[in-house]
């Protein structure tokens, strides 16, 4: 690769535009978070906002799909959730087994029920 090869420039591209912003942010994050009370009532709202968001994407996710997700039924994302969410307690709060269980049963059930 050269400096006359337009991909050069795409590459380029991508990381002045794509992966130098983000990070700069992300090394101000670790920066500034040392200092930031986890207690404090901003930190509180922060999370509280970033759940809300989080809970707003599952239910439209779940409610009104688009894409392949569409013709999966109903019942089977909600049974999905249940699943997702009894692999979290049953596995000592683990996050990565309840998502792990939740899509080899979505998964699982849009192959058996297509």
Do not use: C, Q
């Amino acid at each position: 690769m050269s400096l006359s090869d337009p991909i050069f420039y795409a590459y380029l591209l991508v990381i002045l535009a794509g992966f130098l912003p983000t990070d700069v942010f992300r090394f101000a994050a670790v920066l500034f978070s040392r200092r930031i009370n986890e207690d404090s009532e901003a930190l509180i709202f922060v999370r509280a906002v970033a759940t809300a968001l989080l809970a707003g994407v599952i239910a439209r996710l779940v409610l009104a799909p688009s894409g392949d997700l569409a013709g999966v039924p109903l019942w089977l994302r909600l049974a999905t959730i249940a699943a997702g969410v009894a692999a979290y307690f049953l596995f000592r709060k683990s996050v990565f087994a309840g998502v792990i269980v939740a899509e080899i049963a979505i998964i699982g059930g849009a192959i058996l029920f297509r």
